[in-house]
Structure formats: C-alpha cells, structure tokens
C-alpha cells in the first residue's frame, strides 16, 4: 500500500526555552553538561528564574526531526501529547503551520505543556532539563491506528521510556506499524537516558520491534557498556538493524551487517547551539531513506541538515531545508 | 552628579513573535516590506493563525536598546508596561536577568502585554505587527523621577507616540532628565511613525526637547519630506542636535553641526533577520556615548552590534557584546 506519510514521529511534546549561560553556571545549579534531566515543577520555576535571557521555541526530539523533515519537503506525521495551555497552542500552530498532520488531541486539564529549559554554553554545547508535564499523559489510546498505517516509517525516541505510560503506546506503535509491513526508527536519545532503560533498548533491537536505531556516539558506547567506540559498533552490526551513529564535528556511520559508511560532517563557522543536531539529522536521513536514496546520499542529507540547526539558537530549521539541500548540490529525489 | 544608570530607555514593552515567510504572504496579508503597522486583537489572532512557525523572544525598540547595552557593560535602566500575565514575566525576567533596572509596576488587569509580529522575509527584511495591549498605558505616573535623574542619557522610541498616554510620559521624562542636567535621545522608529508625527517630532528638535536623535535614511528623508538623502543630512545639521543615520550596509553616518562622520558598516555572511539593527546600532552609540569614546569610536560599536544582531532571528544579543567588541578590537573605555 502506498504510504500517505513518510514518516510518523511520535514523542514527547516540549516546548523549549533557551539561554546562554557560563560553564559556571552548570556548575553552580549541579547540572551534567549535554545532558538531558528530568526536573520536576519547583526545580522548574527555580532553574527559570536562575537562567538569562530566553528564547522560546518549539522543541521535543521527534518533533523536531518532523519538523526538518517537513522543511525537506516530506510528508510527515505527529503524534504527542500537550495541554490545551498557551505553551501547547505555540506547539501545535508550529507543527500545523507546517503542513505536519497532527491527531493527538491536548489534554484539557493535569499538568501543563513539557517545557525543556536549555542551557547553551559558549562551545555551543546544550545542557537540558526536561519537565515533563501533559506529555507524560501520552498513552496507547492516542496511538492512531489508521496515521500509523499510512506511514513508511514509525520514528520513535527513546525519552518516550521516561513517562511510564508512553511505553505502551511505543510497543503498540510498534506492532501497528510492523502489521502493515512498515519500518520502525527509534533514536536513543541521551545516554542517561539509555542508562535508565539500557535492557529495554537492547529487547527492542534484539526482538525485532525496531528495524532502524540512531545513536550518537555516547548513546551507542552506553548502550553496549563500553568505552571502544569500535567495540559498540561491531555489537551493533551484529544486531542485524541499520544502525546510524552521528559522531559531531567527526560525521557519521552507517552500520550495516555488510559495510560501514562514514561520511564527514559539513563544515560550520561557529557552532551556536547544538540542540537538535541529532534530531535534525535524523531528519535528513529518514528524508533519504523516504525519498529511496542511497544510505550514503541519506547521510549526506542528515549531515547537511545537522550543520544547519547548530548555526543558530532552538532546534527548529530557520530556513528551507530543501533548498538548502538543492543550493547544496544534494539530489532530493532518486534519480 | 555622578548617574548611577549610564542609559534609562524608555519605550514599549513587547514580546516578539518571529516567524519566515516568503515576499508572496506580505502580499496576500497586506503588509507593507520593512514597516510596522498597528494592529488589534483580533487582526493578531488571525495573522497569528497564517504564520509559520515562529520564535518568541523579548523586543520593543527602547527595550531591545537596554538590552544590547547591559550586553556591552553599561549600567541601564528600563522603564515601559507589561501586565502581569505570561509573556509578561518572561519580558519582566529577560529584562531583568541582565541586571537591568526596571522599575515599572505590571498592569494587574486590562489587555493582554503587547506583542509583535514579525514576519521575516528571504532577504532578511522584517516586517512588524504591533498590538500594543498593555504598553499603552504606560502613563507620566510610570515616569519615575529618581531614576531619570539618575540617568546619563535618557533614550525614548519614537513608537510612544502611538499610544497617546505615552507621549505625556515622554515630555515628562526630557523635562526631569534636562532639569538634572541629564542629554535626551529620541530614536523616530519608523518612517510610516514620522509620517503620523512629523510636526510633533520636528517640534521636539527645535524646541531643544531631544539633543541626540537616532534615524535610519528612510525616517530622515520623511521627516524632512524630501528623496533627497543630502538634503536631508543638511536640514537636520540645521537643528543643531546630535544625529545618528543608518544606512543598512551603507554603514552609518554622525552629523553634528560642524561635520559629517561616515564609517562603513560591517561585513556579515548572511543578513538573516534585520529586526533590531537600529536598536543595537543605537546601544552601541550609547555605550561609546557612556564611556566617553569619540564619535567615530562609539559608532563603529554601534556598527559592530548591528552586525551581530542581524545574523540570527530575533532582536536581543546571542553573545556577550562586550568580550565581542574586544575580540573585533575596539576600545571598550576612553583611553
């Protein structure tokens, strides 16, 4: 069946607000640089009033992706959950606005929108604290069948591990997705994220729930519990998924049983603010893969959407990426 | 007296909303490339709904000012009026995690706080959408005399004129700022702004109410009713005042009575989002202002902030302007 969606992201719905900030201050607030952590409310509230001057955007990891994918010229789907709330309307109007379909209804009452306040320190490294809110309230019941089966690809993150009850919908996506012969993406997202959830990840590659993972070089090392990147991407291969690792200013690896290919990262003036270069790789990567390029041109896609996201602040595109790609020299469809 | 403050801008209070759109959504919505128009609620909801997605940051001319100097190191004030509701706090915060003085109570009740928005067209013009809520009623009761007193130069956006309570505020203002021996700058905001107060305006020059007046070369040639840049420089050399004119990458030019400073303009890679390059040009100015720089040496700082300003989407610096101007290797005190 041809599919109506390219690709169908389903995530936590975040939206986030971002200062620049001293090393010092990651120091002085306790926070893990380039990490995501949980916070709750109170810590919330404390950790906005420390913080300088913000910018809000949209954010949310498989959000984004949709969001770059979008900018690509795919047809791409959403699904996550936010609170009717003044943070949840900016959310949806920048998916829809877009062009993304996006069926989840807001919760109207509980805990309001995810908010993400980032930390960008002067090396453009983003340091992240997520408050989960509406978005722990994603569960199976908003797992549209019909958006999944009309899907190419079920994109998946692995911070959905985080709120207990979108586990379920993850694994019924999943079976939803894989009945109507579509493939599975998961990203593992941050890794204290696969700290947390490390045999979890490891059943769902090794079950056959997900054909497809991205990973970037810390996330791969975690998972596999070594500090040998070449170790973590020989035990990747042997999982027999197609494996992307994104390695930053070193490019990226495709890993699959037969090969490895390693393209090298666009050059960039100044990298202002790291945040979504994972997502919006994955982005240029599922776009090639959507568009039936080769796994080399799918890479080149992510790497050049990556370089994009890092030159300014938020982690959302800030122009059109598929001109972008064209201006580029990069074929957006297979020859 | 020594002034505690080396700047007090005084202006509307304002919350952006940034969005891309290409030349053909100013055409279907009506919009005037490069102005800022007026507009109500519900004219905001509906232009809202048409936009893309967007990015939320603080703004307001003045208030954009303010901000660029605390970036440089000087000590500002801000006086202008929010309410106390969502975007509000976040205009309060941002203002004031720069350790910026803001003295100005938030309306309690009333419409909502103002906020403009913008759409960013291919060639990095901005064009603005202001419902001014709560800004109008910033009153001569807002106009706090110690503070003003306090202040070195106190700077006022020509923008004030539109809501009427405001251009009491602002005479009120000159009047302690001139009585403490204090300099008055006004900055005319926008040539379609002249156009509704050009008798007003020209009335402040002449009536020795303003002593340094902030202009971009479309604002000037309206003032004086002339397409006729030189004549223009002349007619304002004529009002005896101090005059900055922008000239986008024409760089700018100082026009006292006794001569014309040109300086050139900074080279940048890309104009991204020319929101806020008259505001940084004029922190810039200030600063050198401030700290005793000569004329050519404060509005190559100007020049310099511009610069930075226009290379990412929104109006409030990305950097430390200060260890910025040093790096590009300009004096940040009078030797």
Not at 228 to 233: E, K, P, R, Y
């Amino acid at each position: 069946m041809t599919a109506q969606f390219d690709v169908l992201g389903i995530g936590n719905a975040i939206v986030d607000v971002i200062a620049r900030a001293e090393d010092d201050f990651l120091v002085a607030q306790n926070l893990v640089k380039g990490s995501m952590q949980l916070i709750d409310e109170d810590r919330a509230q404390a950790l906005f009033a420390a913080m300088g001057p913000m910018t809000h955007t949209s954010g949310g990891s498989a959000a984004n992706t949709i969001a770059g994918l979008a900018s690509l010229g795919a047809k791409p789907a959403f699904i996550g959950k936010v609170k009717n709330d003044d943070a949840g309307k900016r959310f949806a109007h920048d998916i829809r606005s877009q062009s993304i379909v996006f069926p989840t209804q807001p919760a109207e009452e509980g805990p309001a929108t995810a908010m993400c306040l980032i930390a960008v320190t002067p090396d453009g490294e983003r340091t992240m604290n997520t408050y989960l809110g509406a978005s722990q309230h994603l569960t199976s019941a908003d797992i549209d069948r019909a958006t999944v089966e009309a899907s190419s690809i079920v994109y998946l993150e692995g911070y959905l591990w985080d709120p207990p009850a979108a586990k379920e919908a993850f694994v019924k996506a999943s079976r939803i997705a894989h009945g109507a012969g579509r493939q599975v993406a998961l990203t593992l997202s941050d890794s204290f994220c696969v700290g947390r959830f490390r045999e979890e990840f490891l059943g769902l590659l090794r079950t056959q729930t997900v054909d497809i993972v991205f990973a970037n070089e810390a996330e791969l090392k975690s998972l596999y519990e070594t500090s040998d990147f070449d170790a973590a991407v020989t035990a990747l291969r042997e999982e027999g998924v197609l494996g992307v690792i994104t390695r930053s200013e070193k490019g990226a690896q495709v890993i699959t049983r037969e090969e490895t290919i390693a393209i090298p990262a666009y050059p960039v003036d100044e990298v202002v603010d790291c945040t979504g270069a994972g997502d919006l790789f994955a982005s240029g990567f599922l776009f090639g893969l959507a568009k039936d390029l080769d796994l080399r041109a799918a890479a080149h896609h992510g790497a050049l959407a990556a370089s994009h996201i890092i030159q300014h602040i938020g982690a959302r595109p800030q122009k059109n990426l598929r001109q972008h790609a064209i201006d580029n020299g990069l074929a957006v469809e297979a020859e």
